[in-house]
């Protein structure tokens, strides 16, 4: 029921940074780096993973955008309009992932998978294998945790993963039953009229 509240959490701060400005975006930029360095995660590791994601975003925009040419090279014309829009869609992207990782590094995968499967297991009542598909997003953040070891070399990956399927020890799951508590549905319920209201 926490991992669920958490991820109700983690949720509506998303939808607010969607919302925000531009300034305010920079703020919680700020706030999430402090966090960041608060709970030891280097911040700089996941912008450097991104950098050509977001170095594409920003120079998408002045691109696309019209407005006030600032840049005109070859006849590619960077607007001012353009700039402002892609480093704020680039902020607000930086919100997005880190407020993922500080909520994924504080939960296991374990209790991210039952938190989502409270959103899916209405499906059930349409006829759908919810507890398959249980089982199925299970298998794929485990094997998702073991691939992402520095043990596996991904330039060599059919020779890595051999070495993986033959240490059994790596890919033993444990598997409970999912149970869904009532009270859930009380707060995604809180949580589906809250974004009604914004």
Same mark, same amino acid.
């Given at each position: 029921?926490?991992?669920?509240?958490?991820?109700?959490?983690?949720?509506?701060?998303?939808?607010?940074?969607?919302?925000?400005?531009?300034?305010?975006?920079?703020?919680? =930029?700020?706030?999430?780096?402090?966090?960041?360095?608060?709970?030891?995660?280097?911040?700089?590791? =996941?912008?450097?993973?991104?950098?050509?994601?977001?170095?594409?975003?920003?120079?998408?925009?002045? =691109?696309?955008?019209?407005?006030?040419?600032?840049?005109?090279?070859?006849?590619?014309?960077?607007?001012?309009?353009?700039?402002?829009?892609?480093?704020?869609?680039?902020?607000?992207?930086?919100?997005?992932?880190?407020?993922?990782?500080?909520?994924?590094?504080?939960?296991?995968?374990?209790?991210?998978?039952?938190?989502?499967?409270?959103?899916?297991?209405?499906?059930?009542?349409?006829?759908?294998?919810?507890?398959?598909?249980?089982?199925?997003?299970?298998?794929?953040?485990?094997?998702?945790?073991?691939?992402?070891?520095?043990?596996?070399?991904?330039?060599?990956?059919?020779?890595?993963?051999?070495? =993986?399927?033959?240490?059994?020890?790596?890919?033993?799951?444990?598997?409970?039953?999912?149970?869904?508590?009532?009270?859930?549905?009380?707060?995604?319920?809180?949580?589906?009229?809250?974004?009604?209201?914004?």
């Amino acid at each position: 029921m926490i991992e669920l509240l958490k991820l109700l959490i983690v949720l509506v701060c998303l939808k607010f940074i969607h919302i925000f400005s531009f300034y305010s975006n920079g703020l919680v =930029l700020f706030f999430l780096l402090l966090v960041c360095c608060l709970v030891k995660l280097n911040p700089i590791k =996941l912008i450097f993973k991104l950098k050509y994601f977001l170095l594409s975003i920003f120079i998408i925009y002045p =691109l696309s955008i019209p407005g006030e040419i600032i840049i005109n090279v070859m006849n590619l014309n960077f607007t001012l309009e353009g700039f402002i829009s892609g480093s704020e869609q680039c902020i607000r992207l930086l919100n997005f992932f880190l407020v993922a990782k500080l909520y994924l590094i504080s939960t296991s995968s374990y209790s991210v998978i039952n938190s989502l499967m409270y959103f899916v297991y209405p499906l059930k009542f349409f006829s759908f294998n919810v507890l398959r598909l249980h089982k199925i997003m299970l298998l794929t953040f485990t094997y998702f945790d073991n691939f992402s070891k520095k043990s596996f070399n991904f330039r060599e990956p059919i020779i890595s993963l051999k070495k =993986l399927l033959e240490n059994k020890t790596q890919i033993k799951i444990r598997y409970t039953k999912f149970s869904v508590n009532p009270m859930g549905y009380f707060f995604i319920f809180l949580y589906i009229g809250s974004l009604i209201l914004l």
